[in-house]
């Protein structure tokens, strides 16, 4: 039998000890599901399959009227098969930033494992990660490449400021997972959003989204606990810092996995003006921009990295909204 706490302070260490094994419990979930239910590219999916084959001028790659550039006059007014080609292009682009994303992540999540003790579940679990990502990135590359296009990724200055991304786990593990949560909740939100629009997809497309975003759900999971166990135990000030810093991450990766390819306003002669009107000075660009994080931002919110202070950097970098309903969000 276990004997009531006598003190407070030994009520909280019993607390403490709850969640702690709790928290364990998740990890261990997470690692069993990913050894029962995981995909791997070559095996899984039908490259050659004629039904999977791309063809660039397939009208199922066109963007929908519902689309912002999909329903701008100057998009309807390209032919079928330049409006195809630029809606797999987009696709392609998404998937290849994607990919570079993920391998950077890949090496941070090796450089986080490479200090763990022994016993740590972590371990396990990061290494379970690792190798999904593995499969991802395989997964990517070959659809970009299937598509013959001359596909580029981040912009090159970005891509060279990236690279210090896998090192953010030697200065702060809880400001690394933030950077993975900046990555992976916005690929998330748009290819969930791609699958609910009602239309019908190329079954290439499809299923590689579908694999990814089922994969997807344990990473952003593993995440969200990790962070939830961690960070109301950090010493206010550099809790404070993450508070300072991760709305400026989280904005500048939203950008980056929601932002227009350069190299296809080129290839396509994309008038400015039209650019302008549907990335810039659309309200819904910058709604799509929110939403993207939106959980993320929720749990910022629920683990004490918003306070009057911090909110001030959300709403500089333009990622800032109240929740919904007013109060504390509910946990998830
Ligand atoms: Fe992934
Ligand atoms: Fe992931």
Redesign the pocket.
Known sequence: MTNAPSSATARERDEQVASGSAYRAVIERLSKASVDKHWEPYRDIPWDDPEFLVDPEDPRWELPEVDRLGGHPWYRGRSPEERARIGLWRVATAMKIGLQF?NL?KRGLLNYAYRLPNGSPEFRYVYH?TI??GH?GMMFQEFVNRTGMPIRGMPGPLSVIAQVAPWIPLISTELFFIF?LG??DPIDHVQRRVLKDGRAHHPLEETIMRIHIA??AR??SFARHYLRNRVPRMPAHRRLLLGLVSPVILGVMARIMLAPPGAMIRRFRIPASVVAEVYLRDPGARQDIRDSIGKTRELCAEIGLINAVTRRVWQVMGIWEAPKGGGRPAPR
Do not use: A, W
Request: net charge negative; glycine share 8%.
């Open positions: 993920e992540l990660e999904e990502e991802h993975v990555g992976e994969e997807e990473h952003i």
